[in-house]
């Protein structure tokens, strides 16, 4: 069998594939954020024993011999470990907007496009630049105890292999040269950073490939680093072609486009992902909150997940004038621009307005998001979507209502099969990657409504304006 292991940021998941892609089993386990004042951190001991606990479930579950195992994870954030690759301080999560300050200093002077120009990356507070200049800046004993500040999957390969590495994909936000696939040290100078150079991990062009030393693995499986979980989904999803996009409907509602052009203009948002594929880059545009601002809101209703499919079609597209710009993260919006105080607004409501209303307009909310992000990726091809939004045939119905376009929905663990193709390029297994990332819908557009929501996206652009002016005042 084949193993493909997703550190996700609420969930640790392993899933086994037999050759033909066939999904067999999944194991997860959950593990906590510990949110408070802006600060977002996760237990990298409480990780990566979720690791271990899932694939030792997986491989007793599932008979037979693991042939190579692929590893997938959250990115950017930062994971400080020493030589072990054992934690010197909790990890501070993608999600963590402490450093917003450093982002609203860099987007002021410059320093924030001077690297985009450079690196394809537009800058947040969660990832690896400004966490670290603030780490520098209010906790240097940490980053003097640390080995290495690296990312997520890179901090459970250490600790699986003993091989110290991160990939081209993790690494490209922000350091990363994308033409010479090396770390841009101007980029480091740049944010302050030079004398904390050595603590950026080798890059592996690429991904490092190693051998299971014996926890949650058979001792000596063949296992790769890498990619991280937004290139690993495109793999998945068999987006692989210039011009095709995949949709994540996960946490981070993420949009990735595949390109050859290498074009570092425009706004400076998003991010240029590189592949192993040298000259082929993934457009992205992650977006901050994606399936959590649905969460939310069904939470505050007391709205069960199982209720959302009847509410959708409980009220009309609309919402009956509900609106919701769906920004609710701690640290802003990242793509397909960067606004750190931007937060989510809720409009149109009134005592005659429902719960299916407010669940309704939320997923609207989403919806024009992801097309504001596809659009801004450059998508002109087919459209796969994944993740967990994709369990709701109402909200996929809504979808692709809202972006105008058929729908390849792909189910299942999509990063963990991506994992295994991308370890199974590393190591030379031949697989038929048609088979393994054939979509189990096609969810086309209504033309009506398809008009309708165009029209309502114009006006959610016209209130994203505003609300973007009030959050820098």
Same mark, same amino acid.
Request: hydrophobic share 40%; charged share 20%; with cysteine.
């Given at each position: 069998m084949y193993v493909g292991i997703d550190v996700g940021t609420s969930m640790v998941k392993a899933a086994a594939f037999d050759d033909t892609g066939r999904e067999l089993a999944v194991q997860a386990r959950p593990v906590d954020l510990t949110l408070r004042d802006g600060f977002v951190e996760q237990d990298m001991e409480e990780v990566y024993g979720a690791v271990v606990a899932v694939l030792s479930a997986l491989t007793a579950a599932v008979p037979g011999p693991v042939q190579l195992a692929g590893l997938t994870g959250q990115g950017d954030g930062v994971w400080l470990?020493?030589?072990?690759? /054992? *934690?010197? /301080? =909790? !990890?501070?999560?993608?999600?963590? &907007?402490?450093?917003?300050? $450093?982002?609203?200093?860099?987007?002021?002077?410059?320093?924030?496009? =001077?690297? %985009?120009?450079? +690196?394809?990356?537009?800058? %947040?507070?969660?990832?690896? &630049?400004?966490? $670290?200049?603030?780490?520098?800046?209010?906790? *240097?004993?940490?980053?003097?105890?640390?080995?290495?500040?690296?990312?997520?999957?890179?901090?459970?390969?250490?600790?699986?292999?003993?091989?110290?590495? +991160?990939?081209?994909?993790?690494?490209?936000? #922000?350091?990363?040269?994308?033409? +010479? /696939?090396?770390?841009?040290? /101007?980029?480091?100078?740049?944010? &302050?950073?030079?004398?904390?150079?050595?603590?950026?991990? #080798?890059?592996?062009?690429?991904?490092?490939?190693?051998? !299971?030393?014996?926890?949650?693995?058979?001792?000596?499986? *063949?296992?790769?680093?890498?990619?991280?979980?937004?290139?690993?989904?495109?793999?998945?999803?068999?987006?692989? =072609? *210039?011009?095709?996009?995949?949709?994540?409907? &996960?946490?981070?509602?993420?949009?990735?486009?595949?390109?050859?052009?290498?074009?570092?203009?425009?706004? #400076?948002?998003?991010?240029?992902?590189s592949t192993d594929r040298a000259g082929y880059w993934l457009r992205a545009m992650p977006a901050m909150v994606g399936t959590a601002a649905l969460d939310w809101v069904l939470s505050t209703t007391g709205v069960h997940h199982d209720e959302v499919d009847a509410l959708l079609a409980a009220t009309p597209p609309g919402a009956n004038g509900v609106r919701v710009l769906p920004y609710f993260a701690p640290s802003g919006e990242r793509a397909p621009f960067v606004e750190p105080r931007l937060r989510a607004e809720l409009t149109g409501v009134c005592l005659e307005s429902t719960r299916a209303d407010l669940v309704r307009a939320t997923c609207e909310g989403i919806g024009y998001a992801a097309r504001h992000c596809l659009e801004a990726a450059g998508l002109t091809g087919s459209l796969a979507v994944c993740g967990g939004g994709t369990r709701s045939p109402a909200w996929m119905r809504l979808l692709a209502d809202v972006l105008g376009r058929p729908l390849r929905v792909v189910e299942g663990e999509v990063g963990a099969r991506g994992a295994v193709l991308a370890a199974a390029a590393r190591h030379g297994v031949a697989l038929d990657t048609a088979a393994w990332t054939q979509p189990t819908a096609i969810v086309t557009p209504d033309p009506a409504r398809a008009a309708y929501y165009a029209k309502a996206y114009e006006d959610h652009l016209a209130h994203l304006a505003e609300a973007r002016r009030r959050a820098r005042h």
């Open positions: 470990v020493d030589g072990e690759g /054992r *934690p010197v /301080r =909790a !990890a501070a999560s993608w999600m963590d &907007g402490r450093a917003h300050e $450093l982002v609203d200093q860099w987007l002021a002077d410059g320093t924030f496009e =001077a690297v %985009f120009r450079r +690196t394809g990356s537009a800058m %947040f507070p969660g990832c690896p &630049g400004p966490l $670290l200049a603030w780490l520098d800046r209010y906790e *240097p004993a940490a980053l003097d105890s640390a080995t290495t500040a690296l990312y997520c999957k890179d901090m459970v390969f250490q600790r699986l292999t003993g091989v110290r590495a +991160t990939d081209v994909s993790d690494a490209s936000m #922000p350091f990363l040269d994308p033409r +010479t /696939r090396t770390y841009d040290n /101007r980029v480091v100078e740049l944010l &302050g950073l030079a004398h904390r150079r050595g603590l950026l991990a #080798p890059v592996s062009d690429p991904s490092a490939t190693g051998r !299971a030393r014996g926890e949650g693995l058979p001792a000596g499986t *063949p296992i790769a680093n890498g990619p991280y979980d937004l290139p690993s989904c495109a793999l998945g999803a068999g987006v692989t =072609a *210039p011009g095709d996009g995949l949709l994540i409907v &996960g946490t981070c509602l993420a949009s990735l486009v595949g390109t050859t052009d290498l074009d570092l203009t425009g706004e #400076p948002a998003g991010l240029h992902i």
